[in-house]
């Protein structure tokens, strides 16, 4: 039972355009959605959250948005850097203390 | 603070062999989760601790694996024997009990397994 699906394997854009990552849910009880980042041979650091009572989040050149009736959120990254080059994880949090991830998708951002 | 620690960062074993991946948790964080990274399923919760207790191992692929907490500062995961199909990396994470807060985890660096 996968509650979190990143559809998308692998994303490659052009340095300085819209990076857009997809992410579906299944689970309606998760109150909070989060996006980490993950680099190679690292563990993976938080990015950027937002609350299931919310549509959109913005953190600098990174934004958030939950769709709740098509149980659907994405990650915008603006303009897209070669720094952000990633494997990127979304993740589902509910009341239990525990997140629930989906299979990530790896950004590659070309010069 | 030095983070979530784990070792080692790298394991290589043979088939049948017992393997130890350890952690130390961030100081003061009530939550210790173990995650495995595969290709197929992305990052998979195997087993959270609360206060060292274990919560829930629902995640935890087969009576194979084991996982302790006999401290706030320390937790193993077990897989004994080891299978090729093991093969993957590893995460130990923690977070604090502050439920005004969104369940931010942080996590350790992992643990690369290799079964031949």
């Known amino acids: 039972d996968q509650q979190v699906k990143q559809n998308s394997p692998s994303l490659s854009v052009q340095e300085g355009r819209i990076s857009i990552l997809n992410c579906d849910y299944t689970?309606?009880?998760?109150?909070?959605f989060l996006w980490y980042k993950k680099y190679p041979a690292e563990g993976p650091t938080f990015l950027i959250s937002?609350?299931?009572?919310?549509d959109k989040n913005e953190d600098g050149r990174f934004t958030v948005f939950l769709n709740k009736s098509a149980k659907h959120l994405s990650l915008h990254i603006v303009p897209s850097q070669p720094g952000d080059s990633a494997v990127y994880f979304c993740s589902g949090s509910s009341n239990t203390g525990k997140l629930i991830f989906g299979q990530g998708t790896t950004l590659q951002v070309k010069p | 603070d030095a983070g979530v620690i784990q070792s080692p960062r790298h394991e290589v074993t043979e088939m049948g062999q017992e393997v130890t991946l350890r952690c130390k948790p961030i100081s003061g964080h009530d939550y210790l989760f173990w995650y495995r990274q595969t290709m197929m399923r992305g990052l998979e919760l195997l087993i959270y601790?609360?206060?060292?207790?274990?919560?829930?191992d629902s995640g935890m692929p087969e009576d194979r694996f084991s996982a302790k907490m006999p401290n706030a500062s320390f937790s193993t995961l077990k897989i004994q024997p080891s299978e090729p199909r093991d093969s993957a990396v590893y995460f130990c994470a923690s977070s604090p009990l502050d439920y005004t807060r969104y369940n931010e985890q942080f996590f350790g660096p992992g643990t690369r397994l290799t079964v031949l």
């Open positions: 937002i609350s299931s009572i919310k």
């Open positions: 601790f609360n206060n060292n207790v274990p919560i829930d």
């Open positions: 689970n309606s009880m998760f109150d909070y």
